[in-house]
């Protein structure tokens, strides 16, 4: 059975800093990308960063314009765990942010790659 399980989200003030994590069981973690998206209320889903999976690009990220030089996203496959550590967080960050894995090469941060998902994560960041 596939459990794909987040944590991390809250409130947090702009300029603050949060770290979302994503565990997952059930399918061979190694051998996915992962991607992490956001839905902000009254918006479409969008692809903020992806990690892929293959040892020849295992370190090749992407990352939406917004949050570039801001958002770094990690891979730890002992743990079965992806990582989105987020810094100097703004109040248009506000969220419900999603991880997602699917066997692509190389990541996308286009969710219809992407065949497991996590529950959301609430990330509030106030003025």
């Known amino acids: 059975e596939v459990q794909v399980v987040g944590s991390g989200g809250g409130l947090v003030q702009a300029g603050g800093s949060l770290r979302l994590s994503c565990a997952a069981s059930?399918?061979?973690?190694?051998?996915?990308?992962i991607g992490w998206f956001r839905q902000a209320p009254g918006k479409e889903r969008e692809g903020v960063s992806c990690i892929s999976s293959s040892d020849s690009s295992r370190d090749k990220q992407s990352y939406e314009d917004s949050v570039l030089g801001r958002f770094i996203v990690s891979r730890d496959d002992a743990k079965n765990t992806v990582y989105l550590q987020m810094n100097s967080l703004k109040p248009e960050d506000t969220a419900v942010y999603y991880c997602?894995?699917?066997?692509?090469?190389?990541?996308?941060?286009?969710?219809?790659?992407?065949?497991?998902w996590g529950q959301g994560i609430q990330v509030t960041v106030s003025a």
């Open positions: 059930g399918f061979r973690f190694a051998d996915y990308a």
């Open positions: 997602g894995f699917g066997l692509i090469l190389p990541c996308s941060r286009a969710e219809v790659f992407y065949d497991y």
